[in-house]
């Protein structure tokens, strides 16, 4: 069974950081790309990162290019999301995912891509 478990979100101002954290089980966390998304509250949920599973190749949504990078520690099976120049913007909850694909090189971003989601981890910020 697979498990991806959040942590990291909080209460932060406008213009701090948050680093995000996803803890991994259940599959060979090396062999699957990995993503982040968010939903905030009466809006869709929307692609934010993802990253291949050997970390060479990323994908990021144009709203967070350059203030947000999503990096893996495979031997941790871990997926981190270092979130910089927050905006109240960025308020959502936000979920790691699995792709669906096992040993690709692909980088997905669409939800449907996406086999396993979290429970999520709170990210509000203040203006």
């Known amino acids: 069974q697979v498990q991806l478990v959040e942590s990291g979100g909080g209460l932060v101002q406008a213009g701090g950081a948050l680093r995000l954290s996803c803890a991994a089980s259940g599959r060979t966390f090396s062999a699957y790309a990995m993503g982040w998304f968010r939903q905030a509250p009466g809006k869709e949920r929307e692609f934010v990162a993802a990253?291949?599973?050997?970390?060479?190749?990323?994908r990021y949504s144009d709203s967070v290019k350059g203030r947000f990078t999503i990096s893996r520690d495979n031997a941790k099976n871990s997926l981190y999301l270092q979130m910089n120049s927050l905006k109240p913007d960025d308020t959502a909850m936000y979920y790691c995912a699995m792709d669906f694909r096992i040993g690709s090189d692909y980088v997905p971003f669409g939800q449907n891509e996406f086999a396993y989601w979290g429970q999520g981890t709170q990210v509000t910020v203040s203006s």
């Open positions: 990253i291949s599973r050997s970390s060479g190749r990323t």
